[in-house]
Nanobody, 125 residues
Framework: QVQLVESGGGLVQAGGSLRLSCAASGRTFSRNTMGWFRQAPGKERQFVAGISWSGGSTNYADSVKGRFTISRDNAKNTVYLQMNSLKPEDTGVYYC??????????????????WGQGTQVTVSS
């Protein structure tokens, strides 16, 4: 079992930055592929970024490449999402997720077993 709690969301102006954190509990955190997803009002949940268990591999949605950085600290059971140059279209609820079965970083929501409750990010123009 893995429990996930996100934090760090808020209201920011376009061009600004936010850093999201996802604190995990559970002994198997360091063996999980982790992902960040977001969901805008009326839209499906979409993949934003993912990171392998070691942190050696990362993957990003095209829309955030060059602006967002995912990282993890297994000693602290935490995964981060640094978001720079934010745009209004980045607005949404951001969810942290854990995939306990795969070594590959998938962008599909169904591949992830555990989810946090989400944190709201609002980017004003």
């Amino acid at each position: 079992q893995v429990q996930l709690v996100e934090s760090g969301g808020g209201l920011v102006q376009a061009g600004g930055s936010l850093r999201l954190s996802c604190a995990a509990s559970g002994r198997t955190f360091s063996r999980n592929t982790m992902g960040w997803f977001r969901q805008a009002p009326g839209k499906e949940r979409q993949f934003v970024a993912g990171i392998s268990w070691s942190g050696g591999s990362t993957n990003y949605a095209d829309s955030v490449k060059g602006r967002f950085t995912i990282s993890r600290d297994n000693a602290k059971n935490t995964v981060y999402l640094q978001m720079n140059s934010l745009k209004p279209e980045d607005t949404g609820v951001y969810y942290c997720a854990a995939d306990s079965d795969s070594w590959t970083i998938y962008s599909y929501t169904y591949k992830y077993d555990y989810w946090g409750q989400g944190t709201q990010v609002t980017v004003s123009s």
